[in-house]
């Protein structure tokens, strides 16, 4: 009798154990990097005829670029900045969205931005981009003549939805290589782009 007992006590610890274990998911940790200088170059623009040339693509999950038609997150090419979701705005070489990314601005600090707002997210579409482009309009400024500067505006942290639908804020710091502190057209290469973030890896997860 008392064996009995002991193989139902055993059994019943087994059962308990491996649904504890079938049922936990491990948390992963929240990653923090600064990339620099991701080359985004274009053709055309500024009068040089249609802009054109291939996006740059980035993948927050592995933190690198990739060449990839379907896992990229965020794809840059000169002031322009792109997600893998919605539709093409249709200008030359863009290319074809795979995802559910999208995309808002957010006022504040990277240290202030802790939830994501999923009621302001938007998706790249046929009349526009979700991070918007122009001088003021999105992430930057442009001084225009003499200096034709390209400056990231102060407070500006663009959230994003990634292509399979976890979390990323971006912080830019610099459009020329090697994010020099006073730079200089004349003698400082762009588009370079150097830029903090911060993802989270976790599925149905909303703060950072």
Not at 71 to 87: E, L, P, Q
Not at 146 to 168: M, S
Not at 185 to 200: G, L
């Amino acid at each position: 009798m008392k064996t009995i007992k002991f193989l139902t006590l055993v059994t019943l610890f087994m059962g308990l154990t491996s649904c504890s274990s079938d049922d936990s998911t491990p948390v992963l940790g929240v990653t923090s990097k600064t990339i620099s200088n991701l080359h985004a170059p274009q053709s055309g623009g500024q009068g040089q005829g249609p802009i054109s040339g291939s996006f740059t693509k980035f993948n927050f999950a592995t933190g690198k670029t990739t060449t990839s038609d379907t896992d990229w997150d965020i794809a840059f090419r000169g002031t322009s900045i792109i997600v893998n979701g919605g539709a093409s705005l249709g200008t030359t070489d863009e290319p074809n969205r795979t995802g559910q990314a999208a995309a808002y601005i957010a006022n504040g600090t990277m240290a202030s931005i802790t939830d994501v707002d999923s009621s302001l997210f938007v998706q790249d579409s046929n009349t526009g981009y979700a991070i918007t482009t122009g001088n003021g309009n999105g992430w930057y400024t442009y001084a225009g003549p003499p200096t034709h500067l390209i400056t990231p505006i102060p407070g500006k942290i663009l959230v994003f939805k990634t292509r399979d639908g976890k979390y990323a804020k971006v912080e830019i710091l610099s459009y020329y290589e090697n994010a020099p502190a006073n730079p200089d057209i004349t003698i400082h290469a762009t588009p370079y782009y150097t830029f903090n973030y911060v993802y989270q890896p976790n599925t149905n997860v909303t703060t950072f």
